[in-house]
Nanobody
Framework: QVQVMESGGGFVRPGGSMRLSCTAS???????MGWFHQAPGKERELVAR???????TYANSVMGRFTISRDGDKNTAFLQMNSLKTEDTGVYYC?????????WGQGTRVTVSA
């Protein structure tokens, strides 16, 4: 069974930085990893995704502030978040896309507050 697990959430002041990590426990082939953000009271939205088919995409709201990267040898994805804003608060979910469908992590909470 494929699983993805996030780490690295916590509390940060506005303007600060944080790095999230996601590790996939699988030897199967998959073609994309990414991150969704769910703000309090809102639906999940795609933040960043990197795919061998379509490249890397970012939500407009994080362009220039967030960077997604992968360590392919270790099935790990990272989300470097800089210049954080209070609206970046919420739960961040890692996703893995493979031919059988999308796998979701449990999420890690990020709070941006003064």
């Amino acid at each position: 069974q494929v699983q993805v697990m996030e780490s690295g959430g916590g509390f940060v002041r506005p303007g600060g930085s944080m790095r999230l990590s996601c590790t996939a426990s699988t030897d199967d082939t998959f073609f994309a990893m990414g991150w969704f953000h769910q703000a309090p009271g809102k639906e999940r939205e795609l933040v960043a995704r990197t795919s061998i088919h379509t490249g890397t995409t970012y939500a407009n709201s994080v362009m220039g502030r967030f960077t997604i990267s992968r360590d392919g040898d270790k099935n790990t994805a990272f989300l470097q978040m800089n210049s954080l804003k209070t609206e970046d608060t919420g739960v961040y979910y890692c996703i893995l896309d493979r031919s059988e469908g999308r796998v979701w992590g449990q999420g890690t909470r990020v709070t941006v507050s003064a």
